[in-house]
């Protein structure tokens, strides 16, 4: 979802439409932004990239380092003792977000680990992300 919304303008085919594919906004939950050697997803570096992925690749599908103020609004929500994605993810994307001037919302929760469970509840993080859409205009009030 992040390289969606930092990648969308990127022309990989020739395009059909003038249909533009940014998003209108991003829902990042517990998500890899990184591939770096510091707090990047490795597991998912490799599935996506193969091996020994040359440097330049690593930094195109770093997110964090991709963002630019036209990037769309991102509702962020991580947490602390993820073990499987570092919330390092999810807080150097908020930095590059705010560093850029992109409207968004980070949620870290202490526990929760990698897919929540029931800590915190659904209700607890989505009903913020739902607040969140409201008044970014998203959905109706």
């Not at 036209?70 to 999810?90: E, K, M, Y």
């Not at 992109?102 to 509840?121: E, I, K, M, N």
Request: proline share 6%; aromatic share 12%.
């Amino acid at each position: 979802a992040a390289s969606a919304a930092v990648h969308y303008d990127d022309v990989l085919i020739a395009p059909v439409t003038t249909t533009s594919l940014r998003p209108d906004f991003q829902i990042l939950v517990y998500p890899v932004i990184s591939f770096n050697s510091e707090f990047g997803h490795k597991g998912s570096r490799d599935n996506l990239l193969g091996t020994g992925a040359a440097e330049k690749a690593i930094s195109y599908y770093s997110n964090e380092l991709q963002v630019t103020k036209q990037s769309p609004p991102a509702f962020l929500v991580h947490a602390g003792d993820d073990r499987v994605v570092p919330v390092a993810n999810s807080l150097a994307y908020y930095a590059a977000l705010q560093k850029h001037g992109v409207p968004s919302d980070l949620h870290v929760y202490a526990q929760g680990g990698h897919g929540f469970g029931t800590t915190p509840a659904f209700d607890e993080w989505f009903g913020r992300c739902i607040q969140w859409m409201r008044a970014a205009g998203f959905v109706a009030k």
